[in-house]
């Protein structure tokens, strides 16, 4: 930004000290022939325009400056090791001057080449000079911070090589330590060199791992899901590159999923992609990095089909994995043994489906879904083409009884919570006493609770992602406003059919 | 209204305008000083290596002075010591007038934003 200038006037400052510095040479050079004569006929000025001859004498006295209107007679010799010292400090501050504008001049070189990279970069992907200069703003905060350092340590570094693309940034920080041994040693601009090649040769390896990732997951989704899948990936991509610059979350349902995971676009698009559901960053990349090595559809024994919503296969697909996902990367961490744990995986509510994982059981290993509930009331073949027929009762029933947390997904998992909503509501007029265990279990969950008697009040609350408990206390206030979209459009499918 | 606004939102200006002379005043007292301290270091580095037989003089308006070595280490010690605390008493104040600047900063910035809606409210009006 600046650094064009620091370079400017670093270069002042050097001329500046190069002339003070070829004075002190001169005045050596004086002092050193000034004693070799007793007395020295000269010119004196006289005045501006005038000369006189005269006499210099007493050749070897010196009347020298020390500064601040000090001063102090000395012999040549004295007046001698005096300018040796001053070209000494001279020196000195010429050589840091120097050093200073090497870095800067660095710098400089290097955010143009940034530039012209991650334009390039992002040139396919069809951005945005936005986006760019907010990478190069990110990645020219990180230079200045590691010259600093560099400066301040007397040693060069070489500047990251800013990753054009949202995910690179987390290669810039596994990359941060590479470089830095590779800094600290190195010619500086050699590293760099280097670690542009490095970087980039890492930014293809980790595309095509995402590539691949993204690949197992639509194979994994089978038949359905695949049209899906790859559209909602690949603009879930496209939309997390496009959105690199813009973290905050955003409700539609796929620039969400995009959005949410700005600086782990990695791992993110390893994970289910295209899931209409927004998921809290954190818990993203906590799932996904769970997910990644030991995703697992324990949820075939369920009924897939009690989840379908309205025709969006897909998404209770995706969701479901979700579930897996969460279940599977929260029982790692959480090592959950007992129902209030496992109900603490089921806390973290993503997804309808989620919803639906509480009031099914705590899972103990497993999604336990009621289906005895679900069989008794031929939910799956009801349930299977149509969002809520006949469970729009249970459903408004099971709205009642799980919702405590309203969320500000509900646009996006309005289709998904029909079917999630369509089997707690069965379990609920099955099993009341259920319920009341279900609600024990939710103890973890503090929303549940409290979230009981609240949801008689405001029936059509929808469990929120988990996250969120503390809008719980918004929510009250909110689900009385979303549910009643979400209650229309079900009403709406129930009147349809 | 809008216009009462607006003249509340001049003055404010006004108010930081000054503010921001003033910091940039105290600024460059302050690295006046500094360059005074590094000069008087030089000077006091010189003394030292001076040995006792020549002369010292100071240089009061367009007389040479002269001036015993060791009263003169001795003043430049205390001149030092001087510019030191003048240096920390402007790094203070320094910090006082940047906070107020601040305070200020945000008034107006406020201020700003009710005239922003102030007149954006003439305009829908109108």
Not at chain 1, 371 to 376: D, E, Q
Request: with cysteine; glycine share 4%.
């Amino acid at each position: 930004i600046f650094h064009p200038q620091v370079v400017k006037g670093c270069d002042e400052q050097i001329l500046h000290w190069k002339k003070v510095s070829g004075d002190y040479e001169a005045l050596d050079d004086r002092l050193r022939t000034l004693p070799d004569h007793l007395s020295y006929d000269v010119m004196v000025p006289f005045g501006p325009l005038a000369f006189m001859p005269g006499k210099l004498v007493h050749t070897n006295e010196v009347t020298v400056l020390l500064g601040d209107n000090w001063f102090a007679k000395c012999s040549a010799k004295q007046a001698q090791k005096i300018v040796d010292h001053r070209v000494k400090y001279v020196k000195g501050e010429l050589d840091d001057l120097l050093k200073t504008r090497k870095n800067f001049e660095a710098r400089v070189g290097f955010t143009e080449d940034l530039k012209e990279l991650s334009v390039g970069a992002l040139g396919h992907i069809g951005s945005h000079l936005e986006s760019s200069s907010v990478i190069m703003h990110r990645v020219y905060f990180l230079h200045i911070f590691k010259n600093l350092f560099s400066l301040f340590t007397g040693k060069q570094r070489v500047a990251h090589k800013p990753n054009s693309k949202p995910k690179l940034d987390t290669v810039l920080d596994l990359e941060e330590v590479e470089e830095e041994g590779k800094g600290v040693e190195a010619d500086e601009e050699y590293c760099k060199i280097l670690s542009e090649k490095e970087l980039w040769a890492r930014l293809d390896q980790l595309e095509k791992l995402e590539e691949l990732q993204d690949e197992e997951d639509r194979l994994s989704d089978t038949g359905d899901t695949n049209g899906d899948d790859t559209t909602s990936s690949s603009s879930s991509e496209e939309e997390k590159e496009a959105d690199c610059s813009q973290p905050e979350k955003e409700p539609g349902p796929k620039t969400s999923w995009a959005t949410s995971s700005p600086a782990n676009g990695q791992l993110v698009s390893q994970a289910a992609p295209g899931g209409d559901t927004t998921k809290d960053e954190d818990e993203q990349e906590e799932e996904e990095e769970d997910c990644l090595p030991t995703i697992y559809f324990s949820h075939t024994v369920e009924p897939k089909k009690v989840r379908i919503c309205t025709g969006k296969n897909t998404t209770l697909k995706f969701s479901e994995r979700k579930e897996h996902s969460l279940t599977h990367s929260k029982r790692k961490k959480k090592n959950n043994g007992t129902n209030g744990h496992s109900h603490h995986e089921l806390h973290k509510i993503t997804s309808p489906v989620d919803i639906y994982r509480l009031f099914v059981d705590v899972k103990n290993g497993e999604p336990v879904p009621r289906k005895s509930i679900l069989k008794s009331r031929s939910r799956e073949n009801s349930v299977c083409s149509d969002t809520s027929e006949s469970s729009a009762a249970d459903f408004d029933e099971r709205r009642l009884v799980g919702r405590s947390v309203s969320h500000d997904d509900a646009p996006h998992s309005d289709t998904s919570d029909g079917h999630t909503e369509d089997d707690s509501p069965t379990a609920l007029p099955r099993t009341p006493s259920r319920f009341e265990a279900f609600s024990g279990t939710v103890v973890e969950k503090d929303p549940m609770p409290t979230a009981v008697p609240h949801l008689t009040i405001a029936p059509p609350a929808l469990p929120t992602i988990l996250e969120r408990k503390q809008e719980e206390g918004t929510t009250d206030a909110a689900p009385p406003v979303e549910p009643p979209k979400r209650v229309s459009k079900f009403k709406a499918g129930r009147q349809n059919r | 209204m809008a216009e009462a606004l607006q003249k509340k939102l001049q003055s404010e200006l006004e108010k930081y305008k000054q503010m921001q002379k003033d910091v940039s005043k105290s600024m460059s007292a302050r690295q006046k000083l500094e360059a005074q301290l590094t000069e008087n270091n030089i000077v006091k580095e010189e003394l030292d290596l001076m040995e006792s037989s020549n002369t010292v003089y100071k240089l009061i308006g367009p007389v040479l002075v002269k001036q015993d070595l060791e009263e003169a280490k001795a003043t430049v010690a205390k001149r030092l010591e001087y510019i030191n605390g003048e240096i920390q008493r402007y790094e203070a104040l320094l910090k006082e007038m940047e906070k107020k600047s601040e305070q200020h900063r945000e008034v107006l910035s406020s201020l700003q934003q009710e005239y922003q809606k102030a007149t954006g409210r003439a305009v829908a009006k109108v």
